[in-house]
Every structure is written in structure tokens, then in C-alpha cells.
């Protein structure tokens, strides 16, 4: 504001091109005081049940922040759903970089890429509403016969009944496991920052705001 007083209160005529250099200078003070954006090195890890959205949580939330997303299941997975032998390597080979997102998950690697995450998002979703959505996406991959990881597709659906590693009986198996996975972490991990979201809403409302900051 001292920079227009002289022309406020003495009443001088200023020119056009005077109040544009009071302004343009003005703007520049301005600028000097806000702090440059930094683009840190961000390492997230995904975790929740299967079926909570994991995957497509971390697709967005790598397209805002312009990190890779790459999905587990895709190196763990090959041909007629047999584990790929290079998958821990290429884990290794992943939680090397500086940025990533990526799904929590496989036993054998977990460990490892929590030490290098700097960051944890637990989608912690009630256990009905993971399981109703697992079931709707099982028939759909099912009757649609859509290509997964390798070229896998998904096995019948009567393998609910024979099978207990079935999606949709894992799913509902499995996820007790998920908060004390995360109770153990914060514990050995207490550097790391935790996220968790109870709802789908919270999780939107959390990506809308990142949308707008840019960062987390």
C-alpha cells in the first residue's frame, strides 16, 4: 500500500504508464514472498482388503501427483497364475526409485517396501461393502471374460465352492489381517505418514484437495 500512498493522499496525476510500473513492481513484491513449490520425492504405499479400490485410488492419486503407478499384481502374476520368478527382484528393482505409488501386498515383499515408502494410505473400508464390490467385480470379469495380468483371466465362478483361495472367499477371509498389519507398522515405522480413509467419500474428498494443493 506505501507504494500508492504518495498518489492517494497528495492527490497527484499519475500516468498510465507510472501506475503500471507502481504495480508491476508492487506484483513483484508479492511474488518474492511466496514460497517456491518443491517437488519432493513421494514413495506411497496402497493398502486395504481386496476390493476397497486400492489400485484405482493409487492410479489417480499417481496421475495428480505425476508419480508412476505400478501395480503389484502385475509383477507378481504370469502365466496360468503362476508367481513370475523375477517379482522380488523387480520389486527391489521398484522401491530403488525415487517416486512411486503402489499396492501394499505379497508377504515376501511387504518389509522391504515399507522401508522405503514414506508414506501409507489405508483405504479401511467396512468389511460388507468390500466384499459386495469384490463379488460384482468377480462376475464381471467372469461373464466378460476380461485379460488380466499375463493374459489370466478369471477362473469360473463355481471355484467359490472348491476353491479357498477364490477371490471372493479370500476377500472375506482375509480381512481381519489388514488393521493389525497396520497397527504393526505404525509401531516399527512411526517416521512413516499414515493416511486412512473409512469411507469412499473421505478418499474423494482427499483427492479433490491434493487436486488442489498438488501435493499431499
Known amino acids: 500500500t506505501t507504494l500508492f500512498r504518495s498518489c492517494r493522499y497528495t492527490r497527484c496525476i499519475c500516468s498510465p504508464l507510472s501506475s503500471f510500473r507502481r504495480a508491476f513492481v508492487y506484483g513483484l513484491a508479492i511474488l518474492e514472498r511466496v514460497p517456491h513449490e518443491r517437488h519432493e520425492p513421494m514413495r506411497i504405499l496402497m ?10 485410488f493409487a492410479g489417480r492419486l499417481g496421475a495428480i501427483l505425476g508419480i508412476p503407478h505400478t501395480e503389484m499384481d502385475s509383477l507378481h502374476w504370469g502365466e496360468s497364475w503362476t508367481p513370475r520368478p523375477s517379482f522380488e527382484a523387480e520389486v527391489d528393482e521398484l522401491a530403488a526409485q525415487d517416486s512411486w505409488i503402489t499396492e501394499w501386498q505379497y508377504s515376501q515383499v511387504r518389509e522391504r517396501l515399507l522401508e522405503r515408502a514414506d508414506t501409507v494410505i489405508y483405504l479401511h473400508y467396512p468389511r460388507w461393502f ?11 470379469r467372469a461373464v466378460t471374460r476380461e485379460e ?5 483371466t478369471e477362473p469360473p ?3 467359490v ?3 479357498p483361495e477364490n477371490m471372493i472367499r479370500y476377500t472375506w477371509s482375509s480381512y481381519p489381517k489388514y488393521a493389525p498389519l497396520m497397527a504393526e507398522a505404525r509401531r516399527n515405522h ?8 473409512r ?3 473421505e478418499a474423494k474428498k482427499f483427492l479433490q484437495a491434493v487436486q488442489l494443493r498438488g501435493s499431499i
Open 47 to 56: 493398502t486395504g482388503a481386496s476390493g476397497s479400490g486400492k489400485t484405482t
Open 148 to 152: 488380466l495380468w499375463a493374459g489370466n
Open 130 to 140: 468390500v466384499e459386495q464390490r469384490v463379488i460384482r467385480r468377480t462376475l464381471h
Open 190 to 197: 512411526p517416521d512413516k505418514r499414515y493416511i486412512e480413509f
Open 161 to 163: 465352492f472348491t476353491d
Open 199 to 201: 469411507t469412499p467419500r
Open 157 to 159: 465362478l463355481w471355484s
